[in-house]
């Protein structure tokens, strides 16, 4: 299973890199090192099983549980019947590249700055579910209030914009905004009619 697969590399490559900061410094999304070292190229894909700490590691993990088990094994094979396993893999993998190339671009310039974490690609995930299933209910861990996905999204995207746009913070809110992004049109772009099932049933919320 991909999804199990994928937590138990973010977990032993994290933890790993806990005690390790060589490791840790060698592997962490540094815009800056890449720019003057395109040899560098695999920090692009290795920040993403990396974490700040357990905190981190659990929040991502547990949002990839919850959503990323029942995409892979249920509605991807109901939508994308042969070709679901593929598809899921290129959700989460491309939800990394669409969070690294933006923050590329914004930071290259500037070596202070570093990032890690699944967050991008978590995010691809959560928002595929999203565009699925806008009126499932999502809530954040220990707020025992919810409300619908479609409401979730649109609060988590305004916030990471505004978030993003003012800095600061040892929060990529960049990458969570373009993981975000990429994982609605990625999965409208495998199946369009998608649209229409989301108005539709965003219509029915209000």
């Known amino acids: 299973m991909i999804t199990y697969i994928l937590i138990a590399i973010n977990c032993i490559v994290s933890i790993y890199a806990f005690s390790d900061r060589n490791f840790f410094e060698k592997y962490l999304f540094n815009p800056y090192s890449l720019n003057n070292d395109k040899k560098q190229w695999y920090r692009i894909f290795t920040h993403a099983f990396l974490h700040a700490d357990y905190g981190h590691l659990f929040m991502n993990m547990l949002s990839l549980y919850y959503l990323g088990l029942p995409l892979e094994q249920q509605i991807f094979p109901g939508l994308f019947p042969g070709h679901a396993e593929y598809y899921f893999v290129l959700l989460y993998v491309g939800g990394i590249m669409a969070s690294s190339f933006p ?11 570093s990032s890690v974490g699944a967050s991008g690609a978590v995010c691809a ?82």
């Open 103 to 113: 923050s590329f671009e914004k930071h290259k310039n500037n070596p202070a700055y």
């Open 125 to 206: 995930v959560v928002f595929s579910f999203i565009l699925i299933a806008p009126t499932a209910q999502m809530g954040m861990l220990f707020i025992p209030v919810r409300i619908p996905a479609a409401i979730f999204g649109a609060l988590f995207l305004g916030i990471s914009w505004y978030l993003g746009k003012r800095g600061g913070g040892r929060i990529a809110h960049d990458a969570h905004l373009w993981g975000s992004i990429f994982g609605f049109l990625f999965t409208l772009v495998l199946k369009f009619s998608l649209l229409h099932d989301f108005i539709v049933q965003v219509k029915d919320i209000f």
